[in-house]
C-alpha cells in the first residue's frame, strides 16, 4: 500500500470511528423519563365485536425505590393490598380498585368509547401503574361485562405499543325484573388478634352506582344479608368502614358477593383461582375468581382467545415489537437494547486511534 493510500486508508477509519461513537452517544438520551406508551384495547367476544364500549383509565400508583407498589392520589388510602407477585393478586387488586374508582366516582385520566372494530387507545402514557375500568354493553339478548385491567408501565426507555385483549363474563339478559343477590363477610389471617375485628360493619348496597341501603352484618345475622334488586342494574357492594388493621378484597358472581377482610400482620394467603366456597347454614357461595394472565408474542396479529372457560376471565396482553420473558403475571414491558451503547463506543474508540495512527505514518 502506497503512503498516500495508507493515509487516506487512516483517515477513513477515523471518520468511520466518528459515526460509531456519535451513534452510540445519540442512544444515551432516551431515559425512563421520556417514555411514553400507548396501549390499545382490543374488545371482541367471538363471534361478537364489542363496539361503543366505554373505558375508563385511572392512574393508581407506582413503583417505589425498594420495588414494592405504592398507590398514590384518589388511591392513596385504598385499604388494597398491593403485594402483587402473582397474576391471582394483580386481578384481585383491579376488581377492587375499579370497586372504589365506580362507587366514589373518581374522575378517569381519560375515557373513551370502542370504535366498531372494537379497539380504543389510550396514548402518551408515562409509566406508572393504571387501571383501565369498562362498562358493561348488551348485544343481542347477552351482557357483556368486562373485567377490570390493571397495567404497569415500567418506564423503559423507549416508546412502547401495548395490545391488551380484556375477557368477558357473558350473561344471557334476565327473565325476570329482579335477582336475589346475596353478600358474605369473611375474616382473614387474624387468629392471633381476633381483638382487631369490630364487633359489626356496615355495606352499602349500590345499584348503578347509587347508594340504595346501608345494612349491618354482625355475628347475629352470620355476617350475611340477602337482598332483591333490578335485574338490569350494575349491583355492587361497598364496606363502608374497614378496620384499621385490614386490606379489603371484593370477590362475586352473577348473584353473590363475597367481602374479605385480611388482616395486615400477615401476608394474604393467596386464594385458590378457581373458586372460594364458604358454606353457612342458609347458602353455599361459590365465588368464582377472575384471572388476569399476560403473555408476549411477537406476532402481534394473532387473536386473542375469547372463551370464557370455568367462569374465569383471562386478560392478555400483547405488545408489538420485540419480546421479554414476564413472570408474576404482570404485563411484561421491553425496552431498547443497551448492549450497543459501549459496543459501538468502544469500537468507535479503537477505529479513531487505528485510523490516527495509520495517517499519521510516513
Not at 351482557?143 to 423507549?158: D, H, Q
Amino acid at each position: 500500500m502506497t503512503r498516500t493510500a495508507l493515509h487516506r486508508f487512516g483517515a477513513l477509519l477515523c471518520a468511520l470511528g466518528v459515526c460509531l461513537w456519535l451513534t452510540a452517544c445519540l442512544l444515551l438520551p432516551a431515559t425512563a423519563e421520556d417514555t411514553r406508551s400507548n396501549l390499545t384495547l382490543i374488545c371482541r367476544s367471538d363471534p361478537v365485536t364489542l363496539s361503543g364500549m366505554q373505558w375508563n383509565l385511572y392512574r393508581v400508583g407506582a413503583r417505589s425505590a425498594d420495588g414494592s407498589y405504592q398507590l398514590e392520589g384518589d388511591f392513596a388510602g385504598d385499604p388494597v393490598s398491593m403485594e402483587l407477585t402473582t397474576a391471582s393478586e394483580m386481578q384481585t387488586a383491579a376488581d377492587t380498585l375499579e370497586n372504589y374508582a365506580v362507587l366514589e366516582q373518581r374522575q378517569p385520566q381519560s375515557t373513551d368509547k370502542t370504535d366498531d372494530s372494537g379497539s380504543v387507545t389510550f396514548g402518551e402514557l408515562e409509566k406508572g401503574l393504571y387501571l383501565l375500568a369498562g362498562k358493561m354493553v348488551v348485544s343481542g339478548d347477552k351482557r357483556y361485562i368486562p373485567s377490570p385491567v390493571l397495567v404497569e408501565i415500567a418506564g423503559k426507555p423507549e416508546e412502547m405499543n401495548l395490545l391488551a385483549y380484556p375477557k368477558f363474563q357473558v350473561r344471557k339478559l334476565p327473565t325476570s325484573d329482579t335477582i336475589q343477590y346475596t353478600v358474605r363477610k369473611v375474616w382473614k389471617n387474624d387468629e392471633s388478634q381476633p381483638q382487631d375485628r369490630t364487633a359489626f360493619i356496615d355495606v352499602g348496597l349500590y345499584q348503578d352506582g347509587t347508594l340504595t341501603d346501608t345494612v349491618r352484618l354482625d355475628e347475629s345475622n352470620g355476617w350475611t344479608y340477602h337482598w332483591s334488586a333490578d335485574a338490569l342494574a350494575d349491583c355492587r357492594i361497598l364496606e363502608m368502614d374497614v378496620p384499621k388493621e385490614y386490606t379489603v378484597v371484593y370477590r362475586g358472581n352473577e348473584t353473590q358477593f363475597l367481602m374479605i377482610n385480611t388482616h395486615n400482620s400477615t401476608k394474604a394467603s393467596t386464594i385458590t383461582p378457581e373458586s372460594t366456597v364458604v358454606t353457612t347454614e342458609t347458602t353455599t357461595m361459590a365465588v368464582t375468581s377472575a384471572l388476569a394472565t399476560s403473555q408476549v408474542t411477537g406476532d402481534t396479529t394473532a387473536p386473542a382467545t375469547s372463551s370464557v372457560t370455568g367462569g374465569a376471565a383471562v386478560t392478555t396482553v400483547r405488545q408489538t415489537g420485540n419480546t421479554a420473558a414476564s413472570s408474576g403475571g404482570k404485563l411484561p414491558q421491553t425496552g431498547q437494547l443497551w448492549w450497543p451503547v459501549p459496543v459501538l463506543a468502544g469500537a468507535g474508540l479503537v477505529l479513531v486511534v487505528v485510523g490516527f495512527r495509520l495517517h499519521s505514518k510516513k
